[in-house]
């Protein structure tokens, strides 16, 4: 029996700074299992958020969610 593994698609964000170690254009931004996930590849810093927390940090008018599906 054979297993596929979906790749999952990471995306640097352009001009994001890590907030742990400082480091520029260093957050790729991905979903793992549905969950919006932002990573530095720098350094181990990772935070994940659903999609009701992003709707509701957001501030004024929300344009859209970044979907990278």
């Known amino acids: 029996m ?3 593994t979906k790749k999952v698609k990471k995306r640097f964000v352009a001009g994001a700074k890590c907030p742990k170690c400082q480091a520029k254009e260093s957050i790729v931004l991905f979903k793992e299992n549905g969950i ?6 720098d ?3 990772r935070e994940q958020q659903t999609e009701e927390k992003v709707v509701k940090k957001a501030s004024g008018a929300v ?6 599906d």
């Open 63 to 68: 344009i859209g969610v970044f979907n990278p």
């Open 2 to 4: 054979t297993t596929t």
């Open 36 to 41: 919006e996930t932002v990573e530095c590849v």
């Open 43 to 45: 350094c181990d810093y």
